[in-house]
């Protein structure tokens, strides 16, 4: 039903992609993506805060929310949808807001909608159809500072304790990078990977309890609801990300590509590969690997 010149309602249900992505962009752990990070309670609020009664159960969050979402009709999909992309669930956050709208487009793309406003308010508009062809496809190979990053020569050998770490964690840490170095890449692919992300995660997190003054006064430092730094041994592997970029320990191109093996890592959970098709081969690998010894460079150079 057409609500003015250009803006419409939400008028037939969604692919089941998009519900995902919704889901995803509900629950928030994606902080490069989504602006908000939806704790139990915080999604029990939310959908409470536009009148849909869904208390959540304590399962897994996402797949709690991508059940109720598949059971709403368009008009409670478009007040998700909407609320999402509303100043006020921001507190009036203009880039917590800016961050939603891109995110949501990107999502509501794929159904030929986009988001609009009307003053402050939210509403659907039909977006202009999607145009695939040959020549705009080559926009998307990879471009050349990608691949001067993942041409750079490195080290095989990584010593850990070159960082000057606690001493408790550094062996476990050495031991991980140890085992990276001797498995069989080409034939376990997601193992590669899933270490290679994980042992990233708790250099970094290394590195913050090393430098807690720092790593916790910088702006990206994750906070708690009242406004209170989180504290360190908490913080997400992209929160690490960002900050150790932030107080220039990690330089922009590992911090790009590490949030990539971090994404890479998160197809730990076997439904998440599966609704993805994630099938990783020995390029795969390499890449992930590349980023790994350019993160351990670099916190070894900017911590000296």
Known sequence: MVIGSDNIHLGHTLDPLTLELLAE??????????????????LTRFFESIDINAVHDGSTRKWWVLGILKHLDPSDLEKVILRLTDLR?????????????????????????????????PVLQQADPIQITEEGLLEFIPPKDEEEFLGKQFG???????????GTITPYLQERVDEIQVCPKEKVCLGTIFLLGST???????????????FMSSHSA?????????????????????VAFDVNLLELD?????????????????????????????????????????????????SS
């Open 156 to 166: 095989e050998e990584i010593k850990i304790a070159e960082l000057g770490l606690d």
């Open 89 to 121: 669930e921001y507190r009036g956050k203009k880039d917590q807001l800016a961050l939603a709208v891109q995110s949501m487009n990107g999502i509501l793309a794929m159904e030929n909608l986009k988001i609009a406003f009307n003053v402050t308010k």
């Open 254 to 302: 590992v911090k790009k590509f590490s949030h990539v093996l971090r994404d890479f890592r998160n197809y730990i959970h076997p439904y998440q590969q599966m609704s993805q098709n994630f099938r990783p081969d020995q390029h795969t690998v390499g890449i992930c690997w590349q980023v790994f010894k350019a993160a351990f460079e670099q916190l070894k150079k900017n």
């Open 25 to 42: 962009f509900i629950c928030g752990d994606d902080t490069a993506r989504f602006p908000i990070y939806r704790s139990s309670s915080y």
């Open 200 to 214: 990233l995660e708790g250099l970094l997190l290394a590195v913050a309890m090393k430098n807690p003054s720092k």
């Open 222 to 242: 994750p906070k708690e609801k009242n406004g209170k730094v989180k504290q360190i041994y908490c913080w997400k592997l992209s929160e690490l990300i960002d």
